[in-house]
Each structure stands twice: as C-alpha cells, then as structure tokens.
C-alpha cells in the first residue's frame, strides 16, 4: 500500500509542472493571438519577460536551455521584427533574471553563488576601472557608457550559472547531445538560405538587408562570389562562430563510448556542420577550428578516436568544389597565400594597437568603441568596428585597464586548461577539452577580434568558462547543493 500511494503522490508531483504549463500555453494563445495581428510586438516583449520570470524561479535548470535556444534564435528575432529595439536587452534581461534567481536559491541556503577561481581578481580589478569609465567626460553621454558595462561585464553572471546548473556527470551529457541536436535545424536552414538566396530572406522582412554579405577570393568576380549565409542569427560571423563549437561538440560525442551507437548519426551531423560552415564563408573560423583541434590534440589523450571525422573534412571540402564550383575554393585558397594574409591581418594585430596606444592614459571611456553603443551617442569609434579587442579595452579602458584586461585574459585562459586537464572521468574529458579548446582560440583570437562583444561567443565564453570551473568536481549523482525540479 506504501508503494502505491508513493507512486500516487509521485504521479500527482509530476504532474504539477505539466498542468501550469498547459494552462499558460492556453492562456498565452488566447492573449497572444491578437496582439500579433495588430502587432502588439513590446507588449508581447513585456509579457515574455514576465512568463520567464515566472517560469525561471519555478524550473531554473529548464531556463538554462532555453536561454541557450534564445541565444541562437535572437539574431533572427532582431532581423525579423526590425525597429523593435528592445529585443536587443531580452538576452541581458534573461541572464540577469537567471543570476539572481540562483543567487536567492544559494544565498537562502547559505552558499555564495560566485565560485572561488583565480582569475576572478584580474577581471574584478579590470571591472572596477571599467565601471570608473562611465563617467569618463568623452563619452557624449553615460548611456554609451551603460552600453559598454553592459557589452564587456554584464556576461559574466553566465559563470556561475553554469557553475550550478552542472550538478552532475550525467547533466554534462546531455545538455551537450542538446546544443547537438538543437544544431540540425540550425545548420539546415543555413544551407536552404544559400540555396534560395539573400532575396528569399529580403522579403521576409527588410531587417534581413543589414545582415547580407558576399564571399569572394583573392580576385573578386561576380561569377565566383556566393551569398554568405547567416541562418538564425544576426549575421554571418555570428553564425560561422557557432559552427566552430558545435564542430568540436560533434567530434567529442563521436569518441564518447557511450555514443558509439550513434555514430552514424553524429558523422551526418558533423557533415551538416561542416558544409554549413562552407556557406558562411567565413575564413576566419575555419581557422579557430583548425587551430582549436590542435589545442584538443595536444590536451586530449586517446585523440585518434576522432581522426576519421577529420578525415571527412578534406573530402567534404574537395566534394563541395566539384559541386558547387570555383567560389569556394578561391575563398579557402586565399589563407594559403601568405603575402595575402599578412597584408589583411598584420594591420589587425598592430595598426590598431598603435593608434590604441596614442590616447591619454585614462583612456576615453566605456562603450566609446562599442559598436552597440552607437544606438545611444555616437562617437567617432563605435560607428565603425574596431576589429581588436585589446586596442577596444585600450580605447575605452585607458592603459590601467589594458594591464588589467590582459591579466585576466591569460589567467582565464591558464585556468580553462587546467581544469579540463584535471578531469580523471573520460566522458567528461571530451567535453571539458572541447570546451577549453575553444575558449582558448578566442582568447587567441582577441588580437584581431572581439570575441567578448559578438554573441554567441560572447556568452559561450563565460559560460563553459563556469563549466570547467566545476567539472573536476562532478560527480554521478546529484551534489545536493540546490534542490532539484
């Protein structure tokens, strides 16, 4: 009889959460559907905001993927509804929102939610001079400055999110067959995009026009140039990005034991990938991932389980040629003319250092080389891309903060390393090294980009950083530290 009414009152627990659902589901198509058709789209906003809030401090961990669905759609969002600004703070209100819901969850249970990592002290010294910059009195007003906070701080309430959302080895995996799954239509609709055209996605909504870009190689030709596409998000360097990760997401579910059987599976993915990442055009993360599996090669012990996907990357590309022409080949064939890629690197890596180095010392203040910050003031450097993070921090940040910033940045990166090399469990090593690869090209990467600014790389960043932090601490059952849903 015991086990009965357990498994009575189990059944009525479970479904709990199902019947809320149900009746928000009902009550939001109800309220939801006219707004639509007259194009109610703030309020809609604001509801979204409220749902969420709701929903977070009843299922946080559930939030945590849905915020990583968010991240890849907004850009299609922000294109779509073009002119309704406010979708551009939904993601900074859904990170806040996670931050302190987990932090009242820990605080009540007597745990401080900021996990103890070394290099927490660089970048809370680098942030204290950031924030000082608000009021710095080149900026044409404080909410350029709000903007920069907002650009290169906000993002990093993302660690310990991550840090206690990973409660267990068994969470680990399947939130990564998750990002891995959730890929397919991404990529897919990638390739339909270069298939139908920029004119397909135009006439969807004239948001799309800011996010259309040809490709072409060392000799431009209106025959050989191709759409670059950018799927969901808000442009292609966006898009081109998340490949990358979800590349190296692919190889480690393909050398997991766990997932042999779905191997079959995982090659066609890796091969949808791949030839997605061929239409982005983009040179740029083909060489993040090159280099990225270099790092794994070097962290990852047993890495020859993953060489026969590697193997697919050559044959793909020379399949790809055959198929689709000279375009794309004159596109990759131009980062092995090295006079070609030192002409348009080598003013990246110094000329903007140099100019960078010629303001005053206290430099000119958050969000005046932020390119989002142009929406609130402009300034001579946000209407443009400074396309180098460390002469950005420079700009803005002044010399202190320059210091500080690469303090930080090589700590991050040191301790990204070590963790995922102190893992002992082999699944969890795969993805631990994945992810520290990863982290790592864009720290690299930040001599001639600006991987903390453009999401998704931005958020991706801050939160495998809070995943590697906790992954030598994982266990296989839950640690107990919050209640679970």
Same mark, same amino acid.
């Given at each position: 009889? @015991?086990?009965?009414?357990?498994?009575?009152?189990?059944?009525? &627990?479970?479904?709990?959460?199902?019947?809320?659902?149900?009746?928000? &589901?009902?009550v939001?198509?109800? %309220? =939801?559907?006219?707004?639509?058709?007259?194009?109610s789209?703030?309020?809609?906003?604001?509801?979204?905001?409220?749902?969420?809030?709701? %929903?977070?401090?009843?299922?946080?961990?559930?939030?945590?993927?849905?915020?990583?669905?968010?991240?890849?759609?907004?850009?299609?969002?922000?294109?779509?509804?073009?002119?309704?600004?406010?979708?551009?703070?939904?993601?900074?209100?859904?990170?806040?929102?996670?931050?302190?819901?987990?932090?009242?969850?820990?605080?009540?249970?007597?745990?401080?939610?900021f996990?103890?990592?070394?290099?927490?002290?660089?970048?809370?010294?680098?942030a204290?001079?950031? /924030?000082?910059?608000?009021?710095n009195?080149?900026?044409?007003?404080?909410?350029?400055?709000?903007?920069?906070?907002?650009?290169?701080?906000?993002?990093?309430?993302?660690?310990?999110?991550?840090?206690?959302?990973?409660?267990?080895?068994?969470?680990?995996? @399947?939130?990564?067959?998750?990002?891995?799954?959730?890929?397919?239509?991404?990529?897919?609709?990638?390739?339909?995009?270069?298939?139908?055209?920029?004119?397909?996605?135009?006439?969807?909504?004239?948001?799309?026009?800011?996010?259309?870009?040809?490709?072409?190689?060392?000799?431009?030709?209106?025959?050989?140039?191709y759409?670059?596409?950018?799927?969901?998000?808000?442009?292609?360097?966006?898009?081109?990005?998340? /490949?990358?990760?979800?590349?190296?997401?692919?190889l480690?579910?393909? &050398?997991?034991?766990?997932?042999?059987?779905?191997?079959?599976?995982?090659?066609?993915?890796?091969?949808?990938?791949?030839?997605?990442?061929?239409?982005?055009?983009?040179?740029?993360?083909?060489?993040?991932? =090159?280099v990225?599996?270099?790092?794994?090669?070097?962290?990852?012990?047993?890495?020859?389980?993953?060489?026969?996907?590697?193997? /697919?990357?050559?044959?793909?590309?020379?399949?790809?040629?055959?198929?689709?022409?000279?375009?794309?080949?004159?596109?990759?064939?131009?980062?092995?003319?090295?006079?070609?890629?030192?002409?348009?690197?080598?003013?990246? /890596?110094?000329? %903007?250092?140099?100019?960078?180095?010629?303001?005053? %010392?206290?430099?000119?203040?958050?969000?005046?080389?932020?390119?989002?910050?142009?929406?609130?003031?402009?300034?001579?450097?946000?209407?443009?891309?400074?396309?180098?993070g460390?002469?950005?921090?420079?700009?803005?940040?002044?010399?202190?903060?320059?210091v500080?910033?690469?303090?930080?940045?090589?700590?991050?990166?040191?301790?990204?390393?070590?963790?995922?090399l102190?893992?002992?469990?082999?699944?969890?090593?795969?993805?631990?090294?994945?992810?520290?690869?990863?982290?790592?090209?864009?720290?690299?990467?930040?001599?001639?980009?600006t991987?903390?600014?453009?999401?998704?790389?931005?958020?991706?960043?801050?939160?495998?950083?809070?995943?590697?932090?906790? &992954?030598?601490?994982?266990v296989?059952?839950?640690?107990?530290?919050?209640?679970?849903?």
């Amino acid at each position: 009889m @015991r086990d009965a009414s357990t498994s009575t009152a189990e059944s009525r &627990a479970a479904m709990g959460p199902l019947v809320i659902t149900a009746l928000f &589901a009902t009550v939001a198509i109800v %309220w =939801v559907a006219p707004r639509l058709a007259m194009g109610s789209y703030r309020e809609l906003i604001i509801a979204a905001v409220l749902f969420q809030s709701v %929903w977070i401090f009843l299922r946080w961990r559930a939030s945590v993927y849905a915020f990583m669905v968010y991240v890849i759609v907004e850009g299609f969002l922000i294109n779509f509804f073009d002119g309704v600004s406010e979708l551009n703070l939904l993601k900074d209100v859904f990170v806040v929102l996670l931050f302190f819901v987990l932090a009242a969850m820990l605080i009540a249970r007597g745990t401080f939610p900021f996990p103890k990592l070394p290099w927490v002290v660089p970048f809370a010294a680098f942030a204290v001079v950031y /924030l000082g910059e608000v009021f710095n009195p080149h900026l044409p007003n404080i909410l350029v400055g709000l903007v920069g906070v907002r650009t290169t701080l906000l993002y990093f309430l993302l660690v310990p999110v991550a840090y206690w959302f990973f409660d267990t080895r068994e969470r680990v995996l @399947r939130f990564f067959v998750f990002m891995a799954v959730v890929s397919v239509p991404v990529a897919a609709f990638g390739i339909v995009q270069y298939y139908m055209g920029p004119e397909w996605m135009a006439a969807m909504s004239p948001g799309f026009n800011r996010a259309i870009f040809y490709a072409f190689g060392l000799n431009p030709r209106p025959e050989d140039m191709y759409f670059r596409t950018f799927s969901t998000f808000v442009h292609t360097g966006a898009f081109a990005q998340y /490949l990358v990760f979800l590349m190296l997401i692919t190889l480690a579910l393909w &050398a997991i034991p766990r997932m042999r059987s779905y191997r079959p599976w995982i090659a066609a993915l890796f091969v949808l990938l791949f030839l997605a990442q061929l239409t982005t055009g983009g040179r740029s993360s083909m060489v993040y991932f =090159v280099v990225a599996v270099a790092f794994w090669f070097l962290m990852q012990r047993a890495s020859v389980r993953f060489s026969p996907l590697l193997v /697919l990357v050559p044959v793909l590309l020379v399949g790809t040629v055959s198929i689709f022409g000279e375009g794309f080949v004159e596109r990759y064939a131009s980062l092995l003319d090295l006079d070609y890629v030192k002409e348009r690197n080598m003013p990246l /890596l110094t000329g %903007w250092l140099q100019e960078s180095m010629k303001v005053e %010392w206290v430099g000119l203040g958050a969000g005046y080389a932020s390119t989002a910050a142009r929406h609130v003031g402009v300034t001579p450097l946000n209407i443009s891309v400074v396309e180098n993070g460390l002469a950005k921090v420079r700009f803005e940040a002044g010399l202190p903060g320059f210091v500080l910033f690469v303090s930080f940045v090589f700590a991050l990166g040191v301790h990204c390393v070590r963790q995922a090399l102190h893992v002992r469990d082999p699944q969890m090593r795969w993805f631990t090294t994945a992810c520290a690869a990863y982290i790592l090209v864009n720290l690299l990467s930040v001599s001639m980009g600006t991987p903390f600014d453009g999401s998704p790389t931005n958020t991706y960043i801050w939160f495998f950083a809070g995943f590697l932090a906790r &992954a030598p601490r994982l266990v296989s059952a839950p640690v107990g530290q919050l209640p679970q849903e």
